[in-house]
């Protein structure tokens, strides 16, 4: 019954290696976000996906990879990665734009690069 | 550049209210706020829409000045289930349909 879905809760990992994140929602939602949230507490947004179509790619680096297979699905691929991408990774959806719908937070991904 | 939110931690007794306040730099359609507890995500709690609105959740309400571009959120009579970090976010005007959350606001109520 998840909302929206995130694997893995947990990944460490050693600087220089690839790892991806998987996010599900079964909310039928045409919307899917997938935010940064550092050791400050800050949240950052970092992709949108409206209907497997990319529209917000904020400066983030291009080791950073998105995809979305279906509106279901965004997942995060990352490679090479770095002491600095160490954070909390949330996935989220709504059903339509971020200006006047609530979002769905998933769990997140705790990410430890080593 | 995030919205700027105030006080940046807070420590109520229980029954006490809170303010929170929000304040942007850019025009805004939108502000969202949001509540996160410690290891979990965030939890919606509401939108004010562009116009000037009051909206109301429980003992929880916000109000958006959009001329001032800032929102407040008041929490009544909080109950220690309020505690956490609170986010507002915002949508501007001229945006690309982009949330982007404020510094946040740690809430800790004790009884």
């Known amino acids: 019954d998840t909302a929206v879905s ?12 690839d790892k991806s994140i998987k996010c599900e929602q079964n909310l039928g939602h045409d919307t899917m976000y997938w935010y940064k949230q550092d050791s400050k507490k800050f949240l950052k947004i970092m992709f949108s996906y409206n209907n ?3 529209i917000i790619n904020e400066t983030v680096p291009n080791r950073f990879s998105p995809k979305s297979p279906d509106k279901a699905h965004l997942n995060l691929h ?3 990665l770095e002491l600095g991408d160490s954070a909390v990774y949330f996935c989220a959806s709504s059903p339509g734009g971020a200006g006047y719908n609530e979002q769905f937070f998933g769990p997140g991904t705790r990410l430890t690069v080593l | 550049q995030q919205p700027v939110q105030s006080p940046q931690a807070v420590i109520l007794r229980e029954g006490e209210d809170a303010v929170i ?3 942007s730099s850019k025009a805004l ?3 969202h706020w949001y509540r ?3 290891g979990e995500a965030p939890v919606f709690l509401m939108i004010l829409l562009k116009g000037g609105e009051q909206k109301g959740h429980d003992k929880i ?6 001329k001032k571009q800032q929102s407040s959120l008041y929490l009544t009579a909080s109950q220690l289930s309020y505690s956490g970090t609170y986010f507002c976010g915002t949508v501007s005007v001229f945006g690309n349909e982009k949330l982007t959350f404020g510094t946040g ?6 009884p």
Do not use: D, W
Not at chain 1, 6 to 17: A, I, S
Not at chain 2, 61 to 66: G, H, L, R, V
């Open chain 2, 61 to 66: 309400s916000a109000s958006f000045n959009e």
């Open chain 2, 29 to 31: 359609y939108s502000v």
């Open chain 2, 36 to 38: 996160q507890k410690h």
């Open chain 1, 78 to 80: 990352i490679n090479s």
């Open chain 1, 52 to 54: 497997k179509e990319l």
């Open chain 2, 21 to 23: 306040n929000c304040s």
């Open chain 2, 105 to 110: 606001t740690r809430l800790t109520i004790i």
């Open chain 1, 6 to 17: 995130q694997t893995p809760k947990y990944l460490v990992t050693q600087m220089g290696n």
